[in-house]
């Protein structure tokens, strides 16, 4: 639920869920608004777990064999993504290679704010790895 009031049909279904065993979740605003009031009394009163990012719902929906409440929650975070397994500099580059038209490696190294070798080593990375391809003007994110 995000910044439920106290009196709201969001408290009421996050309620039923909670009562049905459900994972809880809330995105509350500030302590001090009366709109939030709802997602704090959850989070301190029936153990919702308070949503900082996607990242904390997607382990909250994972189906293990264990229920959400057994889980420990506190263990380190795994990548969702191929690209969240990428080192800074490749991250970096990955992100000033162009979709569409392509781009010369000293303009990626420009965008990317990295030195012109960290870019090819990259560049080529990321090229084995399927994320970017060569084409007649230089690099482009790969289909």
Do not use: K, Y
């Not at 290679?97 to 303009?107: D, E, L, N, S």
């Amino acid at each position: 639920m995000v910044e439920a009031a106290l009196r709201s049909g969001a408290l009421n279904t996050a309620r039923h869920a909670r009562d049905l065993g459900r994972p809880l979740m809330a995105v509350p605003g500030p302590v001090t608004s009366a709109q939030s009031a709802g997602c704090h009394e959850a989070i301190r009163d029936w153990g919702a777990v308070c949503v900082t990012g996607a990242r904390d719902v997607m382990q909250m929906l994972e189906f293990a064999a264990e229920g959400p409440a057994e889980r420990d929650l506190a263990r380190p975070r795994e990548p969702v993504l191929a690209r969240d397994l990428l080192d800074p500099d490749s991250t970096r580059v990955l992100e000033a290679v162009p979709a569409r038209a392509g781009r010369g490696p000293a303009r990626i190294a420009i965008a990317a704010g990295v030195d012109f070798d960290t870019v090819m080593r990259c560049l080529g990375g990321l090229a084995a790895a399927g994320f970017v391809e060569r084409c007649d003007r230089g690099w482009r994110l790969r289909r």
